[in-house]
């Protein structure tokens, strides 16, 4: 079973991101507090996770968390300050979205910019590590699936609803096929050597 807290006493927000890596689509994150006593045996990276665990958890999460919030920042905004900053844009949106003020922030990963007054905690691949970021990661890959699924019924052609914007080699002739769309993250490299793609 993963960590409950870091330290004994203190409100602790969990935070993480889903969709770096992906060429279409917002990046999304998510900040969950719970209380101290809270523990789950089931919560774990959402990577580690099958779909349908996910989505059962995400139910547990959000009725058993103290607040929860989930943020996005579009393809565009990403194209134009870079995944990363896009990353910590939508996790300080969600941290402010929080009904509840935490004493600390557990961040998922290396490095942080942090736009809040609240001290954070930076922990590589703490999703294995604390149950809150891992409901972090969770509910941002769950908001975020279901976001893309929704998109795919606009369109369809990109097969979003199976790949949710990951560079499968599906998604990729259809960019060939069709080009890119305004979902698209232009920055990225959405075919090897783009292949005269007119983006």
């Known amino acids: 079973m993963l960590k409950q807290y870091h330290t004994s006493g203190r409100i602790e927000a969990g935070c993480d991101e889903a969709g770096r890596g992906c060429l279409a689509g917002p990046v999304f994150a998510a900040a ?5 006593d809270f523990s789950n045996h089931d919560i774990n990276d959402s990577k580690t996770l ?12 959000e009725t058993n968390a103290l607040t929860w919030a989930v943020a996005k920042v579009e393809a565009a905004e990403i194209d134009a300050v870079n995944i990363l900053n896009a990353s910590f844009k939508a996790m300080n949106l969600a941290v402010e979205q929080l009904k509840m003020r935490p004493d600390c922030l557990l961040i998922d990963g290396n490095r942080f910019k942090n736009q809040t007054d609240i001290p954070h905690l930076c922990i590589i691949k703490g999703d294995a590590v604390y149950l809150s ?9 769950t908001c975020r699936d279901d976001y893309m699924e929704q998109l795919s019924c606009l369109y369809p052609h990109y097969g979003w609803h199976k790949n949710k914007g990951y560079p499968t080699p599906e ?15 232009k920055s990225f490299t959405l075919l090897p050597l783009q292949l005269s793609l007119n983006l």
């Open 32 to 36: 969950v507090i719970f209380p101290n």
């Open 133 to 141: 970021i891992a409901a972090a990661s969770v509910l941002a890959k």
């Open 171 to 185: 998604h990729r002739a259809a960019i060939l096929r069709y080009g890119a769309c305004i979902h698209h993250r």
């Open 50 to 61: 099958t779909a349908k665990q996910r989505k059962e958890l995400r139910t547990i999460i």
